[in-house]
């Protein structure tokens, strides 16, 4: 079994997750480009 909640993980997620999206998925393309455009490092 895998832990996927906190406290049992040990770690908290927070920020932008950098999985990229590929070009061949236009659609989600789209979103993940618009999302990483509005982080802020």
Do not use: F, Q
């Not at 079994?1 to 998925?25: F, N, Q």
């Amino acid at each position: 079994m895998t832990a996927r909640e906190w406290p049992h993980t040990g770690v908290s997620k927070s920020g932008w997750w950098d999985v990229p999206i590929p070009t061949c998925l236009p659609n989600k393309r789209k979103d993940y480009e618009k999302g990483r455009a509005e982080e802020k490092l």
